[in-house]
């Protein structure tokens, strides 16, 4: 057997010994009692689901993208490397990326747990071909489970990137709302009603903002505990401002004192806000534009300049030597 043979056989033994481990230790928890419990409470409501439907769809099917999710969701329960706290902290992230579906922790851990196993499962495959480790079976092992980690870590870093821009653009547009709320306040409208015409305005300039006041004014007037819903919004948003404007609402209702002054003034100071911001940013242009124009613009007005006297100088000096 040649050595390129052995090399291949130590990968597929290093990848059984993962997928094994796995296994091991999987059914050695058994997913733990939260994932029988979930896993019994959502075939429950998948069946109350397919009732519903025969009833009323007279037995639609279920799309496929619906079924993978489901089973990433029933995976996702099962899988026994992440506490209850973990789980909680991925739930408000979640939350503030806009997936606010009772699955979608579950679904976001079974998607880590796959990136994670296909990226080990590739550098063990591809093990050979890096430098100063492929050749040592400890080192590409070492290399597997720290790509296995990173592979882990890389969904949820997406997750919190896509949280962050949608935080910015809600950001953006949370002055011309508050105008807007200072309108409908100033008309005679309810708390409530003003947030569900602020929502609705804002469904073609900043949808995210929009999502947010619409299911707050849907809490509103379901629950009608307006400081527990406006205090849902803060978390969702997770914003300074908006956190300032749920205060300022708060004391408002709690003081008696009249809505419509208090969001005028938040929105006359979200306004300068926003334009000292704007202000920064162009400030920042002309220092951010030196490297660019030093490595592009610079050279080529050089090149332009001093280009046809280099030509000259070295015609001159090719005279002279001859």
Known sequence: MNQENVETLVN??????????LAVWWAHKHGGNRGRIAERTRMAAAM???????????????????????????IGDKIPLFDAKYRLKLRKEMVRSGYRSSAAVS??????????????????????????????????????????????IVPEY????????????????LPDALDLLVICTNAGNSLGVSIRRVGDELKT???????????????????????????????RIDLPSIRALISTLNQSMRYGTPITQALRTLSRTERVAH??????????????????MLLFIL????????????????????????
């Open 48 to 74: 109350h689901r397919g009732e519903g439907a025969a009833e009323d769809d007279d037995g639609e099917e279920v799309s496929r993208r619906e079924r993978l999710l489901r089973r990433l969701a029933r």
């Open 158 to 173: 997406i997750v919190a990137i896509k949280a962050s821009y949608r935080r910015k653009a809600m950001a953006a547009c």
């Open 107 to 152: 679904i976001l851990l079974a998607v880590k747990f796959f990136v994670g196993l296909v990226c080990a499962a590739a550098t063990v495959m591809l093990g050979t071909h890096i430098p100063m480790v492929g050749a040592h079976p400890a080192g590409r092992g070492v290399a597997m489970l720290m790509v296995f980690i990173v592979g882990m």
């Open 12 to 21: 597929l033994l290093m990848l059984l010994g993962l997928l094994a481990g």
């Open 299 to 322: 050279p080529a007005i050089i090149a332009i300049a001093a280009g046809p006297a280099v030509i000259q100088l070295l015609a001159f000096i090719a005279k002279d030597a001859k």
């Open 205 to 235: 300039i900043c949808p995210p903002l929009s999502d947010e006041f619409s299911l707050a004014a849907d809490e509103l007037k379901l629950s009608g505990d307006s400081t527990r819903v406006l205090n849902n919004l803060a978390d």
């Open 275 to 292: 334009i000292v911001a704007l202000e920064e940013k162009a400030a920042k242009l002309a220092p951010k534009m030196v490297v660019p």
